[in-house]
């Protein structure tokens, strides 16, 4: 048992995004509600040694190892580079921010980069878009809320998450987002 608890955070760890509790199960050959009740083992002794690592679970009920939010903004300089570049974590951040947002603001906003962002944060499926008169409506899609390991996908508590963790400034006097 303990083996299979140390292939499970070793999972979690390497994997870098959310695993579901059925995947675990198949990979590891082991029962989905053991490795559900190895999880909760794993949580709490994590959550006891006040480790600076956490297991979530994704609103879409998958498990992600991730370093606790209110830690991530003082080591962010030590993270490697990530594949997103900071012109798109703020376009994202300001579509997560003020969701359901016009296309049209956002590239106001953002300048026309945003076009190019808003494409590839829909072809990653963080966010989706309808079409609205002349524009299009963005909102982020629950894959956002799994891939940033919050537990729930209301655009109340993303813009919590916003507002405590992403690269976003509060809106300004003047109604634009800071660059």
Do not use: C, W
Not at 53 to 82: H, N, R
Not at 111 to 136: C, D, F, S, V
Not at 144 to 173: N, R, T
Request: overall charge neutral.
């Amino acid at each position: 048992m303990d083996s299979i608890k140390q292939l499970v955070e070793a999972v979690l760890f390497v994997s870098g995004k959310p695993v579901s509790l059925g995947s675990l199960a198949q990979s590891l050959n082991t029962p989905g509600g053991e490795i559900k009740q190895l999880i909760a083992e794993l949580q709490k002794a994590y959550q006891e040694r006040d480790s600076a690592v956490e297991i979530v679970e994704t609103v879409d009920k998958k498990f992600v190892m991730q370093l606790k939010p209110e830690l991530s903004e003082t080591v962010m300089d030590y993270a490697p580079e990530s594949g997103e570049s900071k012109a798109l974590l703020k376009t994202l951040s300001l579509i997560a921010y003020m969701q359901p947002v016009l296309q049209s603001d956002v590239v106001k906003y953002r300048g026309t980069g945003a076009y190019q962002h808003i494409k590839q944060l829909e072809e990653n499926g963080l966010i989706e878009r309808r079409p609205k008169e002349r524009t299009y409506l963005l909102k982020t899609t629950p894959k956002f809320a799994e891939f940033y390991g919050l537990k729930s996908d209301s655009p109340e508590d993303i813009k919590k998450f916003v507002e405590q963790h992403m690269e976003f400034k509060k809106l300004e006097k003047n109604g634009n987002p800071a660059q």
